[in-house]
């Protein structure tokens, strides 16, 4: 015999809840149902998975790996749900993306109408955080796809092309690097020069490895870290140093209104490429490459 998704459905919502009361309720169902359900999934388990204490549940080590194995199976359920409904309409009903905080607010404003206007059916519901945790996100099923830049690990992943994005040099106005070349040579910037995202910015790894520096020191007292690009470009006004830039962001007019100038860079291939992720093997792969379709366009 095996569990039902029910079971496990009550499993997930006792280890979010943390006790048998509150997790009936989230469930819909009575205290007694829930428990029996409960009890029935560790008879089939034959083992434990929750201790019962004054505190409140506490799940053993069975249940542990009992829950982590439920979500992933409860949202590989949940997606098989949507892409049967979506079968024959694509990008319609609930569709969760992620997107990296140096994209959403230059790309989103363009996509979101078109998105809108192409799939009028669709209930996007959009998550913007860290590369690294929205590619876990992804793995784990809590994301449909998810918007981010390469290069990045993409084990277990698949991707469609959106655009390439050229990285640029933002420089304070009248610097004196600006009285050389018109492109800015990144080999003439001294590390403590620079301005960058602070670490787990994909953005930060990828400006280093086009222009081949190394990041800054972490002991060093003169080293600035932002943890936004408005903050970021900012910073570069205020003649703290020397940073790089997506095009896009400067496109849309990022570094407008502060003292700041924008140069090409002396580097091969000076970009990042911009991708819709999604898990490998997923249903909504179609509609993952659809979505970077339409985005394309934009």
């Known amino acids: 015999m095996l569990p039902t998704l029910r079971q496990l459905q009550y499993l997930k919502l006792l280890s979010e809840h943390g ?66 409904q ?75 092309h959106v655009e390439h994005d050229e990285l640029l040099a933002a420089v304070p106005d009248g610097h004196p690097i600006l009285d050389k070349d018109r492109k800015i040579n990144p080999e003439s910037l001294a590390p403590s020069d620079l301005i960058l995202l602070e670490d787990g910015h994909c953005l930060r790894d990828h400006a280093l490895a086009a222009c081949g520096l190394e990041p800054p020191k972490a002991s060093d007292e003169e080293t600035f870290a932002a943890t936004s690009l408005p903050t970021l470009v900012q910073m570069v006004g205020s003649g703290l140093g020397v940073s790089f830039l997506p095009a896009m962001a400067v496109e849309a007019g990022l570094a407008q209104h502060v003292p700041v100038t924008i140069r090409p860079l002396a580097a091969e291939h000076p970009s990042r490429e911009i991708v819709v992720a999604w898990r490998a093997g997923s249903s909504r792969a179609n509609e993952g490459r659809l979505l970077a379709e339409t985005l394309r366009g934009v």
């Open 86 to 160: 979506g079968a024959g309409q694509p990008l319609s009903g609930r569709f969760r993306l992620g997107v990296i905080p140096t994209v959403a607010p230059f790309l989103l404003p363009k996509a979101l109408p078109a998105l809108r206007e192409r799939f009028p059916k669709l209930r996007l519901f959009l998550r913007e955080d860290l590369t690294h945790r929205l590619i876990a996100s992804l793995r784990a099923g809590a994301l449909d796809a998810a918007l981010i830049a390469l290069p990045y690990d993409m084990t277990g992943l698949n991707w469609a």
């Open 19 to 84: 006790s048998f009361s509150r997790a009936a309720e989230a469930a819909h169902v009575t205290q007694p149902t829930l428990s029996a359900g409960i009890a029935e999934l560790e008879k089939i388990l034959g083992a434990p998975v929750v201790d019962r204490a004054r505190s409140g549940v506490i799940l053993t080590a069975a249940g542990e790996e009992a829950v982590r194995r439920a979500r992933l199976i409860l949202d590989q359920a949940e997606d098989l749900v949507q892409a049967a």
